[in-house]
């Protein structure tokens, strides 16, 4: 019999809107995670997701005793409530009074010196499941200095809401970057759980590291699964509607094209004060702790507003391109439509190639083909949960 009953942790766990069960995270089963951390001194890298129910992982480890000697906050600071991409220093947590380490500030990876005293490291983030949210590539440089520190990492798995399919170009090498630090499409189909066993079996860390992982998995949960957030995971992915329409639209961030970063719609909105046939109008504004400086600030946009069509991109289960290629030719700017980001965005030169060459959406498609088909073989040997049927 469970010491810690499930029901007790996980209120309010989002039901699944395909399959009628409920899907409990990791973190929701402390009998599981509990023992290990009993008489260590234990840290978290966690930030505002970092739940059970209505809860943070930090206050409620606190409360069952869990000796919690550092925090370890990535972008967007533990909080939550740092605005995309500022940089965010070294504090105290001023409801805890445990010391936060930022792992977006002076440096991205922690430093010797940040695992001194520890015992044990927690991670408990959710992901989105896109190569260009850093929440990856954060937990890649956890695990090279737990590995490197010799401590151990203990995973509490969350369900990815973007986790039905697999798509998009494959990072080359010569582009990695915070963005995008492996070899994986944009979208890759797989929990932080099964990412964090992968970057471990494929020898992703480097120098012949391996990180001492365990992953405590979801219940209820698989790759069919459509996964609505109960806490926003970051400012501007404010609903379910812009997590599902990220994918295909962050690569806008890499051209001319607001997605409507300082509006009550990021993500769910592209325009252009150029854009001349858009139907939408839009006007981005500083708005404090999301969006301090958007592009086009205080000027008007012409564009498409794609809240509808968030469903319609659920469905295909893959990137949608034709935004892009519209706005390209549309706005007839030649490689002045895109900026130094697009690349790493894209995880290679040919998209952007691709794209001013007028090459059409299923010529681009077919050129991903063999790097997916490679991908999807290696993304098989650690998948945790029932995988999404073939399309």
């Known amino acids: 019999m469970a010491l810690f009953p499930v029901s007790s942790f996980c209120q309010g766990v989002a039901q699944s809107q395909v399959i009628n069960e409920l899907i409990r995270p990791g973190a929701c089963f402390p009998d599981e995670y509990l023992p290990p951390l009993s008489g260590r001194r234990v840290a978290v890298t966690g930030n505002q997701t970092s739940r059970l129910g209505n809860r943070l ?45 930022s792992l977006y500030g002076q440096h991205r990876k922690p430093l010797p010196e940040d695992m001194t005293g520890i015992d044990i490291m927690v991670f408990d983030i959710q992901d989105v499941g896109c190569r260009f949210y850093t929440y990856i590539s954060t937990l890649t440089y956890v ?9 151990p990492l203990l995973i509490l798995d969350r369900p990815n ?60 949960y698989t790759h069919e699964s459509r996964y609505e957030l109960p806490v926003k995971p970051s400012p501007n992915l404010p609903n379910q509607k812009s997590i599902i329409l990220y994918p295909s639209l962050c690569l806008f961030e890499g051209t001319v094209v607001s997605v409507g970063r300082g509006t009550e719609f990021p993500f769910q909105v592209i325009g252009h ?16 702790g999301i969006s301090e400086n958007p592009p086009f600030r ?4 012409l564009g498409i507003n794609l809240v509808s069509a968030a469903e319609r991109v659920s469905g295909k289960r893959q990137l949608e391109l034709f935004w892009i ?25 040919e998209l ?11 010529k681009i498609r077919e050129s991903w083909k063999t790097d997916l088909s490679n991908f999807l073989r290696i993304r098989s040997k650690y998948l ?3 995988d999404f049927k073939s399309r």
């Not at 952007?352 to 299923?362: C, D, K, L, N, V």
């Open 143 to 151: 695990m090279e200095s737990c590995a490197q520190a010799q401590i």
């Open 57 to 101: 992982l930090v206050d409620t480890l606190l409360s069952l005793g869990v000796n919690i000697v550092k925090v370890f906050g990535p972008e967007h600071g533990f909080r939550g409530n740092a605005a995309d991409g500022s940089l965010i220093g070294n504090t105290i947590d001023s409801a805890t009074g445990i010391p936060v380490v």
């Open 161 to 220: 809401p973007n986790g039905y399919y697999v798509d998009g170009p494959v990072l080359k090498p010569e582009f990695s970057s915070f963005v995008g630090l492996h070899p994986v499409p944009v979208v890759y189909g797989m929990t932080l759980g099964e990412y964090a066993m992968m970057v471990n079996g494929e020898g992703w860390l480097g120098n012949g590291l391996k990180c001492d992982l365990r992953v405590i998995p979801c219940r209820g």
């Open 273 to 288: 004060p150029g854009y001349y046939i858009g139907s939408f109008i839009f006007r981005p504004v500083s708005i404090p």
């Open 325 to 349: 290629l519209n706005f390209y030719k549309t706005l007839n700017l030649g490689e002045a439509f895109f900026n130094a980001n697009f690349d790493k965005l894209a995880g290679n030169s």
């Open 384 to 386: 945790l949960y029932p």
């Open 352 to 362: 952007r190639e691709q794209i001013t060459a007028g090459i059409s959406e299923e």
């Open 298 to 301: 205080d000027q008007q946009c």
